[in-house]
């Protein structure tokens, strides 16, 4: 029935270069020269393509890396500093603080290279060079092949692409797929492991706000962190050591203090994670109306017993402070973007594409030959497949964020290892139950098991539960009745006695040959070893199977889009490479009758202000700065502006990453988008759609005139 395609390094992106665009897209570093520098230049851009990536000479993307594993930073200084968000050093903070060094409540400035904290695991990554491998990955690789078969081959092309592309250096490499296996790109990269703290502000204002602000618009976050790079002496990258020194970059970023203006040309040079622009109708219908309002459900859940139990107990509230703001993040996110969604109307007006696709299809025999049943195939599969890609995510939000079960699958190397254990063995579970132990409550976990297992049984099908007469005893079933559950879940964390640490403990000071198997018959683990079985035979192939068909469909889908818009430039999905998006400051109409300005103030911290609220406490210090107006250089008309907003398509990965003006000058530092426009990742609308960022100036003004520590600004290069 498949038609084979002749051309398969397709060209996809026609250029059409004489009008302004809107600000959607997060376009390809390589290619801005091709497709997107004379639009950038009309828009108000001052610079050249070669200026943003350039193998050649230093350009942008070498001041800009992969922070972590899913942050964006940016070099700031010759000397190797680099800014990133509060958010996405989070962690490195949080590590090194204690009672008597609580970085994370009083912030932490390093006032000489001595006092920068190392923080093992942590590396920044970056692009050395990219280049377009489309033909080397699809070298004998059938078009029309079964996907199975394509996917098996374009992984060992891939292999050998990388192995060739790093030979003999000390890169790393890596190939992604764009438009859906329509174009593959290599990406050479360089990571540095030696990068340390060096500065940070007390949480309450890297972090004010909180999760009431988080994803919102008004937003007064001091959202950054200061880390630096050190290198060998030959400025490679290299394992911590005190020998190392810091790293000479190629290119830093200047920053401009001039701020900006409604209109001012913007671009953010990151690492946009992931996002959904080209998906169906029938896609779009099931996460809306399927998936999302169930992961809101769930989460909703959790979150309310969480915060239930951290306003009672202090303790509980640092223990499950991390945890509440990762389970909130996306819960919050999902609201707005299924409110986005709705607002957009996203199910039609994908509905109105596809007829107009469909009709471009028929035009032709040869595009019907190609072209026509990709639809009719997509609306079958959807018909399907929407009942697994719940139930997997179901299984996922559900059962995997219990805590009792992450502590079964904790359990399970031990049970493998069966009577042929090691003490390292032993030492190892210990260690890893320790870490868990220290952020655990079981009081909150046994409300949040018996929530989560009464909503999988009410809203999952039968055939996506175990069968519970299997492990449970006939006594505690039906669980749907609540007293059974009730009385099976007392039992479950009574019974369980690796949730409990004394016990835990004690069971490991004595393990012995034959004791794997009390781990093995704990309630815990009979729950997790079921549910994970039933998840692995009646979920998982199934999806993995329709997710190749649907892998498939999407490569001749995406064509076909193409094909029939050629006054359209595309810009592939996001996948965690390095993207540049541009657009302008710019303020919003959240709602009839209202308007967003496009800044915000420290005047507005001071109006949050409010001891009795958690996410906003000032800081006594920021308070009297604010009396006395002492905002330096950084003021502007006697205001000192905290953050802005701009119609710079974004998403999860961009935090961190550089906000720069027409001059190629830090202006702000991206950290989140306002909750009216978080269905971008599906469907971006101009009017709605606003990154936040930090204003550089309010960062700088934290530095120097709250924290004192002044001599970092020596080091960077200020534009006045
Ligand atoms: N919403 C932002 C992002 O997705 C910030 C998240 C961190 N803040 C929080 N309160 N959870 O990363
Ligand atoms: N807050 C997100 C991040 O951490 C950014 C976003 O989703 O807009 O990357």
């Known amino acids: 029935m498949f038609k084979k395609i002749i051309t398969v390094s397709f060209v996809f ?35 050249t393509a070669e200026d943003i990536y350039s193998i050649n000479k230093a350009s942008m993307k070498d001041a800009v890396m992969i922070f972590g594993g899913g942050c964006t930073a940016e070099l700031i200084s010759d000397k190797g500093l680099i800014i990133t968000n509060h958010h996405c050093g989070f962690s490195q903070i949080q590590d090194h603080s204690s009672l008597e060094h609580d970085y994370l409540t009083d912030g932490f400035w390093a006032k000489t290279p001595k006092d920068e904290l190392r923080n093992p695991g942590l590396t920044v990554t970056f692009l050395v060079s990219m280049e377009d491998v489309t033909n080397q990955v699809l070298a004998g690789v059938e078009d029309d092949g079964e996907e199975g078969v394509r996917q098996k081959m374009i992984a060992q092309n891939i292999e050998k692409i990388v192995a060739q592309a790093i030979k003999g250096t000390h890169f790393q490499g ?13 990406f050479v990269q360089e990571e540095y492991k030696d990068v340390r703290l060096v500065g940070a502000p007390p949480s309450a204002i890297g972090k004010f706000g909180g999760d009431t602000d988080n994803w919102m618009w008004p937003r007064h976050t001091g959202d950054f962190s200061l880390f630096r790079i050190y290198a060998d002496k030959d400025n490679k990258p290299a394992e911590y050591s005190e020998e190392n020194v810091p790293y000479k970059p190629k290119k830093h970023f200047s920053i ?71 389970v909130s993040n996306a819960w919050k996110k999902w609201i707005g973007e299924n409110n986005g969604l709705e607002r957009l109307d996203a199910v039609n007006v994908k509905k109105q594409r596809e007829a107009a696709l469909t009709q471009w299809i028929n035009q032709e025999d040869s595009r019907q030959q190609l ?33 009792s079960v992450k502590m079964a699958g904790r359990m399970k190397y031990l049970i493998e290892k069966g009577s042929e254990f090691t003490t390292e063995d032993v030492d190892k579970i210990r260690n890893s139950a320790k870490s868990f132990f ?29 069968d519970f007469t299997k492990f449970i005893k006939s006594k505690y079933l039906p669980l749907t009745e609540s007293e059974k559950l009730d009385e099976y879940v007392d039992y479950y964390f009574e019974k369980s006695f690796f949730l409990h640490e004394d016990k835990l403990m004690a069971f490991f000071d004595t393990y012995a040959k034959a004791d794997y198997k009390k781990l093995e018959n704990a309630p815990a683990y009979l729950f997790y070893k079921n549910f994970v079985n039933m998840y692995v035979t009646q979920i998982m192939p199934v999806v993995k199977s329709y997710d190749e068909k649907i892998t498939n469909l999407n490569r001749f889908y995406m ?76 003021a502007e008309n006697g205001e000192l502006h905290t953050c802005f907003i701009g119609t710079n398509h974004t998403t999860g990965g961009n935090s961190g990453s550089p906000v720069l003006n027409a001059n190629g000058e830090l202006i702000g530092v991206n950290f989140d988008r306002c909750w009216e426009g978080t269905m971008s990742d599906i469907m971006y609308d101009p009017a709605q759609c606003r990154n936040i960022a930090l204003d550089i100036r309010y960062a700088l003004f934290l530095i120097d005139k709250f924290a004192g520590a002044g001599y970092l600004l020596d080091e960077m290069s200020i534009v006045k």
């Open 13 to 47: 992106i026609i250029l059409i270069n004489n009008y302004l665009r809107a600000d959607e897209g997060m376009w390809i570093p390589l290619l801005l020269q091709k497709y997107n520098i004379e639009d950038m230049q009309k828009k108000g851009f001052k610079l």
């Open 174 to 186: 890596e190939v992604k797929s764009f438009f859906y296996g329509n174009q593959y790109f290599l």
């Open 256 to 326: 401009s203090v001039k701020g900006v203006q409604p209109d001012d040309f913007t671009m953010v040079f990151g690492y946009p994670g992931s996002t959904e622009q080209y998906l169906t109708s029938y896609a779009v219908d099931m996460i809306q109306n399927k998936i999302n309002p169930y992961r809101i459900e769930i989460r909703q859940n959790i979150i309310d017993i969480m915060l239930e139990d951290m306003e009672k107990n202090p303790a509980v509230r640092i223990q499950y402070a991390d945890k509440h703001a990762s």
């Open 371 to 403: 072209y026509s049943y990709i639809l009719p195939e997509f609306e079958k599969i959807y018909a399907d497949y929407a009942q697994y890609s719940f139930a997997e995510e179901y299984f996922f939000e559900a059962v995997w964020r219990m805590e």
């Open 438 to 466: 220290k952020d655990y409550n079981i009081e909150t976990d046994k409300k949040i098991f018996k929530a989560l297992l009464s909503l999988y049984l009410k809203n999952v099908d039968t055939k996506f539960q175990p």
């Open 559 to 634: 064509r076909a889009l193409t094909m029939a818009d050629t006054s359209k430039v595309f810009y592939p999905d996001a996948n965690f490479t390095l993207r540049v998006t541009y657009g302008k400051v710019a303020d919003y109409e959240p709602r009839d009758g209202v308007r967003y300005k496009h800044y915000t103030t420290l005047d507005g911290i001071i109006e949050k202000d409010n001891p009795d609220i958690y996410d906003y406490r000032v800081p006594q210090r920021l308070k009297d700065l604010y009396s006395a107006r002492e905002y330096g250089i950084y």
